[in-house]
């Protein structure tokens, strides 16, 4: 290939490289720059990070002189060819239009809805497609994954699980793939809670094919999440780029069934890398679908029999969680509670408190006071005790 001339392109100081700010969304421009930087295939978050780095703004990368390239550590011939043909075969417009009108949102670093945990990860995606809507309250999510070829034990307690944990006010995350990841999806939606898909694929190419009912139902409580551009096809590598993603976007990751090859333990990998907690649901000895399992279980990771396994593992990370509305979280289920449930909690105290006191403390009706306390243990909040007394958990 015949380069510009390289004269053209002058290399400038270090202190000359023009610098984004990241106080401050990007403009269109600064955009579609980033888009064609994003979407050569072979340019990855660590590479981008080099880049931009020395260039400063994506469009100082796309305009650099291959000579200025070169002094860049990794980027070698192949991929400066794929930099200097971006510049005219990246079609940007075209997926800035797709994008807008099927709804799909492009989250950079520099957009405040970029997931918070997502950005303490050491290779961020520099743009993220999100068919659906992410909240604030994502930032307290579990994920849950484990092997396609699941077994109906395996199945049952990945539904179990997300359903319970849904309950308690935490997002479900999982990739939408068969076996677990599907059955995971599903008992968050059954539960009413919010579940989030991370796909190896497009956010409008889902795969497989026969989750695209599934994958509605997400966007209606969650969001389908991607670095890749709208319709990009599936291949093998991007699977494993995917579930530094999953893990990721959570406190931490619940492997459900999983062989001694299986992508849930490259998940489990990057969790444990991420500084993320590592925990798995234990099995029976004979089942190959329970060896990578009982592998992490050797190695450390958190045992899971039931819900309040994982609240209590989950604990010390929750009380970490800033809230939007106040103090810290100190348990994920708060972020649910409307005002009479936020009252009536702020009326027990950890060493037991009578329901009689509860009800001189918020004035409201016995009646009140006990449906509330109802729906409080059922997000595992308080438990009732024998007689008069309930007790505030955590």
């Known amino acids: 290939m015949l380069w510009p001339d390289e004269d053209v392109h002058p290399q400038q100081p270090e202190s000359a490289a023009p610098r984004c700010d990241p106080t401050s969304p990007p403009s269109e421009e600064e955009l579609i720059d980033l888009l064609r930087l994003e979407l050569i295939p072979g340019v990855g978050p660590r590479t981008r990070k ?21 002094e860049v550590p990794g980027i070698g011939p192949k991929m400066i060819e794929k930099l200097m043909a971006a510049r005219c075969m990246v079609d940007v417009e075209a997926e800035l239009a797709c994008c807008r009108a099927n709804g799909i949102e492009i989250l950079t670093e520099r957009h405040a809805a970029y997931p918070r945990l997502l950005r303490e990860i050491p290779d961020p995606p520099g743009v993220l497609f999100v068919r659906g809507k992410l909240l604030p309250r994502d930032g307290l999510a579990v994920a849950i994954v484990g092997t396609r070829h699941a077994t109906q034990y395996g199945l049952r307690q990945a539904g179990l699980l997300a359903a319970s944990l849904a309950r308690s006010g935490l997002t479900i995350v999982s990739g939408l793939a068969r076996g677990i990841d599907a059955a995971a999806h599903r008992g968050a939606l059954e539960a009413g809670g919010r579940t989030i898909a991370v796909l190896a694929s497009g956010v409008l190419n889902v795969y497989p094919p026969e989750h695209t009912q599934l994958a509605s139902e997400v966007v209606a409580s969650g969001a389908l999440v991607s670095e890749q551009s709208s319709h990009c096809e599936p291949a093998g590598g991007m699977f494993p780029q995917r579930n530094r993603l999953i893990s990721g976007l959570t406190l931490g990751v619940i492997v459900v069934e999983a062989g001694l090859r299986s992508g849930a333990l490259i998940t489990a990998r990057h969790a444990v890398e991420q500084g ?74 950890s060493q037991g408190t009578t329901i009689d006191a509860v009800v001189v403390a918020t004035g409201l009706s016995v009646q009140q006071v006990l449906s509330t306390l109802s729906v409080l243990e059922m997000r595992r909040l308080v438990r009732r005790l024998s007689g008069n007394m309930v007790v505030r958990i955590g």
């Open 50 to 70: 080099a880049l931009l780095e020395r260039f400063g703004t994506p469009r100082a990368v796309l305009q650099a002189a291959p000579s200025q390239l070169r």
């Open 276 to 349: 993320r907690e590592v925990l798995a649901v234990p099995g029976r000895v004979d089942s190959r679908a329970s060896q990578g399992c009982h592998r992490l279980l050797r190695d450390g990771a958190v045992l899971v029999e039931t819900a309040d396994d994982v609240l209590e593992a989950l604990g010390p990370l929750v009380e970490a969680v800033p809230s939007t509305e106040g103090p810290a979280i100190k348990h994920p289920a708060e972020l649910l509670l409307n005002e009479i449930e936020r009252q009536v909690l702020a009326a027990i105290e």
